[in-house]
């Protein structure tokens, strides 16, 4: 067993890959994370197969082991 007060992180599995999160990260540090700084215009993010509205990006917290979706609309035909 991992003990994460040691490194003071959480790991979720984001998009299918173990990714390592700051302690108390809230859906909207793992957008940031995952666009290294590109829009968010057009992404929905599911935490353990639930949408998360954007309006509670900030307020959502992340838990150790949670499987974290993030998608992102794109155009054409």
Known sequence: MTDRTATNNLTVTLNGVAT???HGAHV???VVHALKGVSSS???VAVDGVVVPRSSWSATAVAHGSTIELVTATQGG
Do not use: F, I, T, W
């Open 42 to 44: 057009g992404v929905a």
């Open 20 to 22: 390592e999160l700051p």
């Open 28 to 30: 909207s540090d793992v």
